[in-house]
């Protein structure tokens, strides 16, 4: 009997390529096979010749009329600090104990820069700060797959699809302009163009925002963002938090070895008496931590303001900061803006307790997608708040103590409102979560797959960057500009107004398509809450 012959007999009438000779069609099978070998090993040695990663794309330049520079600061916490007695299991070291503070500094530089030889001495920081094992080891244990081979595959994964890829920002070039100059803002910017308009005020120093990282992330993991609202004048201090969110991170202290973070959970952590910590305790002591690290990056700020920057520079862990000493006098320390996302965007909310106050002096924050499983969001609020949800964190009805989360957060923002705060609540069209960290414009087509985001990449940081703009311009001049002016047209969110799509009677059609003064924000956002009113 011959082998599979209904196999054969269906390769006959379902295609014309079996009547070809067995010898030709394997023949064109190995060339198309050798095609596909050679293309991907040229591309392998594209990748190493021009030292660019393999499948993920680089980071784009920053657009605005500054280029930026980044700083790594390790500052000591003197004396350390026990924000919660919790120990881990099996040992008595103190899961919750603040020794130092680690952030990312990002910042306007001019674009010609005189003497600027300095900076050019320091290598670009790395996306995924060293040792790549840490990191990788954090994703493993995040993934519940934590061991000795996963930790391998994951760091020669991490290596190899992201391991070269660099932040384009100036390493320690020196800050730009002074205090009493005036600061161009941009805006409206484009991937490939310089802005084409820009906006010039003056200021009493750079604006300066702090920002907090949400679950299974670091400082890094947001650096585009950052080095956006940096190239428009404002300096942007990207916490590392150390409360066992974040994959893996290296605490230095000077004297002592290299104490190891990894990610850790309620489940690896007891009181010191032996009990086990609830779930609620431990987001609580993780929140109090996030706070004392905010306030420790809040002190660090205002020495550098007040002229001791040489200071921070000669205890930082990584070396850096050499241009610091020249920073006196040039930032706002007094009225800083408090930013999050996700798990950040909950202790972005909580840091604004009872303020604002010498150790969190924030005069507005920037809530982005406000966490769904971190604990209850604080609604002790007095200042201006804008609250972005992606598209998806809208669109997921999730269950929040007893109600939707969407109608809590639509809550917060409207009290705050009543109270004399204008603020704002809205979804941005086609995102989702990640949409406003560098996983999209790292690895856009693996991320749209997997998230369900619709929006181009670009334009998705392009609007997170257009709206911040706006109500940064407004906590510094008190007037509603482009999506601020706006009222809230949609009290609920709304699934059948798509990223893109026109909802007919709204504003003037015709002049909407002359001109897409309407037209353009619609495209992109829904109006939940808006300090100017609603139809």
């Known amino acids: 009997m011959k082998p599979f012959p209904e196999v054969r007999e269906a390769r006959r009438t379902a295609t014309t390529s079996s009547l070809l000779p067995f010898s030709l069609r394997s023949l064109r099978s190995v060339k198309w096979r050798y095609v596909a070998v050679f293309a991907g090993a040229f591309y392998v040695l594209y990748c190493f010749v021009t030292r660019q990663p393999i499948f993920a794309h680089p980071l784009p330049k920053h657009t605005g009329p500054y280029a930026v520079g980044v700083v790594d600061i390790e500052a000591p916490v003197s004396p350390p600090r026990t924000v919660d007695p919790a120990v881990f299991k099996g040992t008595s070291n103190k899961a919750f104990e603040l020794q130092t503070v680690l952030f990312s500094l990002y910042y306007p530089v ?3 820069i005189p003497g600027s030889k300095p900076h050019h001495t320091h290598k670009r920081h790395t996306w995924i700060p060293r040792p790549l094992s840490l990191r990788a080891e954090g994703y493993a244990k995040a993934a519940h797959i934590n061991n000795w081979f996963t930790n391998a595959l994951f760091t020669g ?3 190899t699809l992201a391991g070269s890829i660099t932040i384009p920002a100036l390493v320690d070039a020196p800050l730009s302009g002074h205090a009493s100059e005036k600061v161009k803002f941009a805006t409206s910017w484009d991937k490939d163009e310089s802005p084409q308009q820009v906006l010039a005020r003056e200021i009493s120093g750079h604006p300066v925002i702090v920002f907090s990282h949400g679950t299974v992330s670091s400082r890094t993991d947001y650096s585009h963002y950052a080095g956006e609202l940096a190239a428009r004048g404002y300096v942007v201090v990207m916490l590392e938090h150390r409360d066992g969110s974040g994959p893996g991170s290296l605490v230095r202290v000077e004297g002592q070895k290299d104490r190891r973070v990894l990610l850790f959970d309620e489940s690896q952590v007891q009181t010191p008496d032996g009990q086990d910590i609830e779930i609620e305790d431990f987001h609580k002591a993780q929140l109090n931590f996030r706070q004392a690290e905010i306030e420790e990056t809040v002190r660090v700020m205002k020495m550098i303001n007040a002229g001791d920057g040489a200071k921070v520079w000669s205890q930082n862990a990584y070396g850096e900061g050499a241009t610091l ?11 800083m803006i408090m930013a999050g996302h996700s798990y950040g965007a909950t202790g972005a909310l909580q840091a604004l307790r009872g303020g604002p106050s010498e150790e969190r002096p924030f005069k507005g924050a920037i809530i982005l997608d ?12 007095h200042v201006p ?8 964190w809208s669109s997921h009805s999730s269950i929040f103590y007893g109600r939707a989360h969407f109608d809590t957060v639509k809550d917060i923002v409207d009290e705050n409102n009543a109270r004399g705060n204008p603020s704002w609540f809205m979804t941005s069209l086609g995102t989702s979560h990640p949409s406003v960290t560098d996983a999209p414009l790292l690895e856009p087509f693996l991320l749209s797959f997997t998230t369900g985001a619709t929006i181009n990449v670009y334009q998705g940081l392009r609007q997170y960057v257009h709206v911040a703009e706006d109500f940064l311009a407004y906590l510094h001049d ?21 990223l893109g799509m026109w909802k007919p009677g709204h504003g003037d059609d015709a002049k909407a398509r002359e001109q897409g003064e309407w037209f353009d924000w619609r495209s992109y956002w829904q109006v939940h809450v808006s300090a100017a009113g609603s139809d």
Request: no cysteine; hydrophobic share 35%; net charge negative.
């Open 385 to 392: 708040l804008l609250v972005v949800h992606s598209n998806s």
């Open 157 to 159: 994964a991490l290596k």
């Open 110 to 112: 001019a674009h010609s």
């Open 370 to 381: 406000p966490g769904k499983s971190s604990g209850p969001l604080n609604r002790d609020i």
């Open 325 to 335: 000493a020249g920073w006196e006098g040039r930032l706002n320390t007094d009225e």
């Open 478 to 498: 008190g007037k509603m500009r482009g999506l601020l002016a706006e009222k809230a047209e949609f009290p609920e969110y709304d699934p059948g107004t798509l």
